[in-house]
């Protein structure tokens, strides 16, 4: 049995270690937001953050996650109200700023790539705080094992949405 950190939750895992990281969280732990999509890496649909990097969890075992933080889209706000230092109180009531720039940008339209995207973004702001388009268009097609594909056609939005993310945050997260 391992034992893995999902959303500052640790959690016991009792399937087989080289189980896919994906499946372990949508069909054991009911974590559901890391879609399946191409199961070969190939479209960042599975993407969640294993100690801030992204992966692909369709390609990842479980076991890679022993001793290591797991933070998915239902994470997303209490990882940015920890990194605030935000009570209680306030943590109830705060969203990550890229979720606050999604809604905010409309991104969605089927949804199905948008877990995966948000992750992305989420990662790119930590790491550059104030990313220009070149380097967003950059993150999101050659910093993976492969591009974020979405059939949809939302690109354009993720950029304005990223952009705006960045600047919620540059304000300490209000908008
Ligand atoms: S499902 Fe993992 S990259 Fe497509
Ligand atoms: S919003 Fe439909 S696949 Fe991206």
């Known amino acids: 049995m391992l034992t893995i950190t999902v959303n500052g ?3 016991e895992v009792h399937s ?3 189980t896919p990281l994906l499946y372990v969280l949508r069909d054991e732990l009911d ?3 890391p879609q399946f999509g191409c ?3 190939q479209c960042g649909a599975c993407s969640v953050l294993l100690d801030g990097q992204e992966i692909r969890s369709c390609i990842s075992s479980v076991s890679m996650a022993a001793g290591k933080e797991v933070t ?3 994470g997303l706000s209490a990882r940015w109200a920890k990194q605030k ?3 209680p109180d306030q943590a109830a009531k705060t969203l990550h700023p890229v979720q606050e720039a999604w809604i905010e940008q409309q991104v969605p339209l089927c949804g199905f790539c948008q877990s995966g995207m948000m992750i992305k973004a989420t990662e790119l702001l930590e790491s550059k705080p104030n990313p220009n388009v070149d380097e967003i268009k950059s993150a999101f097609t050659d910093s993976g094992p492969s591009a ?3 059939r949809c056609g939302s690109y354009v939005a993720i ?3 990223v952009r705006y993310a960045s600047t919620i945050m540059a304000k300490g997260g209000s908008k």
């Open 148 to 150: 974020h594909l979405c």
């Open 85 to 87: 230092s935000l009570s």
């Open 9 to 11: 939750k640790k959690r």
């Open 159 to 161: 950029i304005e949405a």
């Open 31 to 33: 974590v559901n937001s």
């Open 39 to 41: 199961g070969l890496a």
């Open 16 to 18: 087989p270690d080289s």
């Open 72 to 74: 998915t889209i239902e």
